[in-house]
Every structure is written in structure tokens, then in C-alpha cells.
């Protein structure tokens, strides 16, 4: 009889209770699936940029001397276009390294191998060479990582 008593007296506060819960419960959920989608449109719009910056070197011929593994930077020396697009392509990746260590996107599989890879040519070693000093530290340090690194698959 105190229960059905309590009950009586009580029941719109249980009803409160569980609707409040029930919200939050649905908020937690549209949160968790807003974030799913901010990751995808990130990475959509990460795979835009990176795209659109290599889509340079198809469209100009005198960049393609910075995926020559035979180019000598001395001679002839490495062209201002050269270097702006290295440049542009150093900013690019140390955007994506802050955006993952952020946990905006997950780091894809082969990054590492990938920018040893880039690096190892000769004409973008000498670029990032003269310019790793305006780098921020964290990212200078990740890219002299992966360029000591051996490549081997990353796990």
C-alpha cells in the first residue's frame, strides 16, 4: 500500500525523469552521428586539397623534375615553382598532421612510408631542408621520424 501510495504522488516526477533521460539518451546519439559526419566531410574535403595540389603537377609539366629520383637540386637549381609547390605541399600535410592529432580523421595506413617516400626525392629534401625551421616542432619531428624510419608496411 506505501508503494501504490508513493506512486500515486510521485508519478509525474518517474514520468519526468524518464523523458529527461530518454533525451539525453537521443542528444548522445545525434552527437555521436554529427561527428561521423564532421570526420567524412573532413576527409572529403582533406582528399579535395590533396587532390587539387597534385593535380598541379599534371597540369604543368616543369614540376615533374620533383618526383625525378635522379634530379640534381644544384644543377640546374630548384626553381621557384618547384619550391612553392613542395612548400604548399608541406603545408598541406603538416595541416592533415594537426587535423589527425586532433582527431578529426583517423591517420590512413601508409602516411608515414608515404611522406619518407617524398621526402627521399632529392629535390624535396632540399626544399624541406631550407624550410623545416618555420615548422612548428611536433610536425618537424614526425617528418624526421618517418624519414629515419626503414619503410616497412605500417600497422
Excluded at 555521436?32 to 567524412?40: K, M, S
Amino acid at each position: 500500500m506505501a508503494f501504490a501510495d508513493w506512486m500515486s504522488h510521485n508519478w509525474f516526477a518517474l514520468v519526468q525523469s524518464g523523458t529527461l533521460s530518454a533525451g539525453l539518451l537521443l542528444i548522445g546519439i545525434a552527437l555521436l552521428f554529427e561527428a561521423r559526419a564532421r570526420r567524412v566531410a573532413n576527409l572529403i574535403q582533406l582528399t579535395q586539397q590533396h587532390r587539387d595540389l597534385w593535380e598541379r603537377m599534371y597540369v604543368k609539366p616543369d614540376l615533374a623534375r620533383i618526383l625525378d629520383t635522379d634530379a640534381d637540386p644544384e644543377e640546374p637549381d630548384v626553381t621557384a615553382r618547384e619550391e612553392y609547390f613542395v612548400i604548399f605541399i608541406i603545408l598541406h600535410l603538416s595541416s592533415t598532421f594537426y587535423a589527425i592529432r586532433s582527431g578529426f580523421f583517423r591517420k590512413p595506413q601508409g602516411l608515414r612510408n608515404d611522406i619518407a617516400r617524398f621526402f627521399s626525392l632529392p629535390i624535396p629534401r632540399a626544399v624541406w631542408e631550407k624550410v623545416k625551421s618555420l615548422q612548428d616542432a611536433p610536425f618537424v619531428t614526425f617528418v624526421e621520424q618517418c624519414l629515419s624510419s626503414d619503410l616497412e608496411p605500417e600497422g
